[in-house]
Structures are given as C-alpha cells and as structure tokens.
C-alpha cells in the first residue's frame, strides 16, 4: 500500500494512494540487496491506474521504498507481459513502462509513460537515466505499449535489449540511455524484428558455436536468433525455425533455455498456442525443444505422442 504526492489523476488532497482495485501486480519479483522488488500495472486498462514499485525488506517485509511512473499524470503500467524488472545485479533496476503520460522531457517533469528506465536504489527508488522513443504520443495513443515486453541486460555490457508491441528491436546503453528527443531515438540500434506485436522477454545465449545471441518468438512469426557482434546486433536471423507461431493477439511464444557448457550444446524451449488466440477461451497448446544453435532442428514436442 502507501501513496506518493503529486498532481496525477485519482489524487486526494495532493497525494494519491495506491488503488488495489485497479492495480494488478503483474511483473515477476526481483530480490536485489535484500529488498524485494514488486511492480504493477492495471486491471484491464481502468482508470485512473498508475504504474509502481514497492520494495519490501526481504527479511521483515517492511515496505522500504515506493516509486510511481506517472505522479502527476495517469498510466504508465509497469506489466512487461510478465517478465520481471531486470537488474545490473549492483544497485541499478531496469524497467519498461507501458502506454502512459509523458513530461520527463520539460523542467520538473516526472512521469515516464513509454519508456525505459534506470532507477537507483541506493536512496530509494529515483530515475537516474530513461529512455523514451521520439513517437511517445503516437505510441500512447495508438495503444502500442513499449512496455508489452520487458527489459533483458546484455552480459558482460552496459546494454539492455527491449521489444514492445510496435514491434522495433530496440539497444539501449544503461550508462548513456538517451532520454527523449522528437526528432530522433537516442538508442544504440533499432529495427523491426517480428511480423506482430511482442509480448514476454527475449532470451540471451552466449552459443559455443553461434556466439552470443539473443531469442525471440513473435505471434504469427518464425522463432529467431539474432546475433550480437561488434555492440550491435545483425538485423538477419543467424537461424530461425521453419515453422510458424500461431496467430493471435498476444500469441507470442514464452521462451526459455537449458545448456550444457561442458557439451556446448543449448536447447531453446517454449510454450505456445498450438492453435487459436490465447485471449478469451482456453486453447490447445503446445511445448517445443529446439536446437538452440539450430533453430530449424525441432528435438521434441508434446504433441508427438497425444
């Protein structure tokens, strides 16, 4: 609970308090230097929601700190299709907002719809650095969260790769994020990497055979690794499958993956829509091993044997 001062929309007096009624606590957790970390976004769009996030002292679970996207706006959800916030593993917390209002570009402002951010928390939870893409209020207004997918850091870089529903691939360095500018993105590299809207999280893979990689499977797409080389990534699949996800709004498949470092061998596993949208009634599904290093190799699926 609690409840944070500012001018946003469902205020009371100046301060307005978290609303359980339209918030849903829709990210996974992330446990950074003993203080757990819970985002949320809304419950099916209702307004006025905000997006947050509330640390709580892992071992006494007390509220330590509390952080909202939009104080002095509305929106702004916090829900990357329920990936967790993302961490550099020290003191910096990385998140993807959703459609939102944005003023973070004017004196004084404070809310972050569509954006990437890089919160401290060395002194609760502040924005140090965010990036925003230059059609933040095309993105808002066409419903095109950034935020449909959450943010995934690079190994051994300063970067964070991030995939919304507009479709664009997008390479954000942590130490120089770009903030916003209307007549350019300030990212590191950006391309259309999928035929629909992304959901989930990309999954990284430093491949014995194909180098370090990054996944993503897209509704109605091919399953795809793009390969890292030189601080960018190749707009070319290096390997992708021969078959096609199911189509649907939200159908993209949740990704994950198991390797042997000794063997060098890697196998990508998803979970999908075997057929029909997966918003509204139930539908049959499907999991698959693939060949992490070659996509089109399929190992196993549970329809093989009904």
Not at 241 to 250: E, I, K, L, P, R
Not at 269 to 290: C, H, N, Q, T
Request: hydrophobic content about 40%; cysteine-free.
């Amino acid at each position: 609970g609690g409840g944070v001062a500012g001018g946003g929309a469902g205020r009371r007096g100046g301060i307005f308090p978290f609303s359980p009624s339209r918030t849903l606590q829709r990210p996974g957790l992330l446990l950074l230097n003993g203080v757990v970390y819970v985002a949320f976004g809304s419950v099916g769009d209702i307004g006025a929601f905000h997006g947050w996030i509330m640390g709580y002292d892992a071992s006494t679970l007390q509220q330590t700190t509390i952080f909202n996207v939009t104080p002095n706006g509305s929106d702004g959800g916090i829900w990357q299709a329920g990936t967790g916030l993302a961490s550099d593993g020290v003191s910096n917390i990385y998140a993807m907002t959703g459609n939102g209002d944005f003023s973070a570009e004017v004196a004084g402002g404070k809310d972050y719809g569509d954006s990437v951010l890089r919160l401290g928390t060395s002194n609760g939870l502040a924005v140090l650095d965010y990036f925003t893409p230059s059609n933040q209020a095309a993105l808002f207004s066409g419903d095109l969260d950034l935020g449909s997918g959450g943010p995934i850091t690079i190994p051994g870089t300063s970067l964070l790769v991030g995939i919304g529903k507009d479709k664009i691939f997008r390479l954000v360095d942590s130490t120089n994020m770009g903030h916003f500018n209307a007549g350019f993105d300030n990212d590191v590299q950006e391309f259309t990497a999928g035929l629909s809207a992304f959901f989930g999280a990309p999954v990284y893979w430093d491949s014995p055979n194909n180098g370090p990689v990054v996944y993503l499977w897209p509704p109605k797409d091919f399953l795809k690794a793009f390969k890292f080389v030189g601080g960018q990534f190749q707009t070319t699949p290096i390997t992708q499958s021969t078959m096609q996800n199911s189509t649907g709004f939200a159908n993209a498949a949740p990704i994950s993956l198991s390797a042997n470092s000794l063997l060098g061998s890697g196998i990508l596993w998803s979970s999908a829509s075997f057929s029909g949208g997966v918003i509204g009634p139930s539908v049959p599904g499907i999991l698959r091993a693939f060949d992490a290093t070659n996509l089109g190799t399929e190992l196993w699926d549970s329809r093989q044997n009904a």
